[in-house]
């Protein structure tokens, strides 16, 4: 599954052109296609044949960059029904849930379809996702946002679900579980008839109270590991000869995750040990 990756722009590939400002368009590249733009036009014949990396010139002069979009650009900037994970909470999700080549997944929560893209190139080829969603206008926007970028069905390693997890989940066995809706504890116990043993449940909220719900959902369950809970903050740096400083704006919180692992049928997690209070050694 996918778009071309590399080798020189042909007809059907999605480009981004970016404008000295910064300014990002990306479009699907037509035979006989123009891109039209305030500052002039660029019939997609002169990208066509050319390597990444190019740079073309508008007929008002003005020059662009081309690339093929990265994931994290096309997430950004894809039409949405609802919110979307953005690229920072999104990596974190697959790298600290360990989202693996083959893996099987369960996403609820499909919103408009942006983890759903991580979550299928992290699984590759092998790898299946189950993503479920409640709201059919939501799943027709994720379903159009991800068939584009992968440019072809997907019909051996994708499947979309419009409904409820709880009532129509089906799946045993599975790697990993991420929940991206309003209420991830409701959905804790169906999680863990599902997961397989060792297991990861990972679940995106936006407020600390519902990551707080979160955490002693999965706590009293009795069937995960100690739920660990943090937030991803980015600051981006501006560099220019000796001005090295942050920069004046950075991404603060976007939402909170949430995971655990799943433990062996009969298991009973070991009693968590606390610090005594007024006291700073550790246990």
């Not at 080829?125 to 409640?134: A, D, I, K, M």
């Amino acid at each position: 599954m996918g778009f071309r990756r590399h080798g020189p722009f042909q007809a059907g590939d999605q480009v981004q052109l970016t404008d000295p400002k910064n300014k990002r368009h990306t479009i699907t590249l037509k035979e006989d296609g123009v891109f039209h733009t305030h500052k002039g036009a660029i019939p997609h014949s002169e990208l066509i044949g050319q390597p990444e990396g190019s740079v073309v010139r508008s007929s008002g002069g003005t020059q662009y960059l081309a690339f093929r979009h990265l994931l994290q650009d096309y997430t950004l900037a894809m039409p949405r029904g609802a919110a979307v994970i953005y690229p920072k909470d999104a990596s974190m999700i697959v790298g600290m849930a360990d989202i693996f080549p083959g893996a099987r997944v369960i996403e609820a929560g499909v919103g408009s379809g942006a983890l759903t893209c991580f979550l299928l190139r992290a699984v590759g080829p092998e790898g299946h996702v189950t993503s479920y969603e409640r709201r059919e206008e939501f799943a027709d926007v994720a379903r159009k946002n991800v068939q584009k970028f992968f440019a072809d069905p997907m019909d051996d390693n994708w499947r979309l679900v419009v409904g409820d997890l709880v009532a129509s989940i089906d799946e045993v066995d599975v790697d990993r579980v991420v929940l991206d809706m309003l209420a991830p504890w409701e959905c804790v116990d169906a999680a863990a008839k599902a997961l397989t043993p060792g297991g990861v449940i990972c679940c995106y909220v936006a407020t600390t109270t519902q990551m707080s719900k979160t955490v002693e959902a999965i706590r009293d369950h009795g069937c995960f590991t100690e739920p660990h809970a943090w937030e991803t903050l980015v600051r981006d740096w501006h560099v220019e000869g000796l001005a090295v400083r942050p920069d004046h704006r950075m991404i603060g919180h976007t939402g909170f995750l949430v995971s655990a692992r799943r433990m062996a049928d009969g298991v009973t997690p070991p009693p968590r040990r606390r610090r005594p209070k007024g006291t700073t050694e550790e246990l």
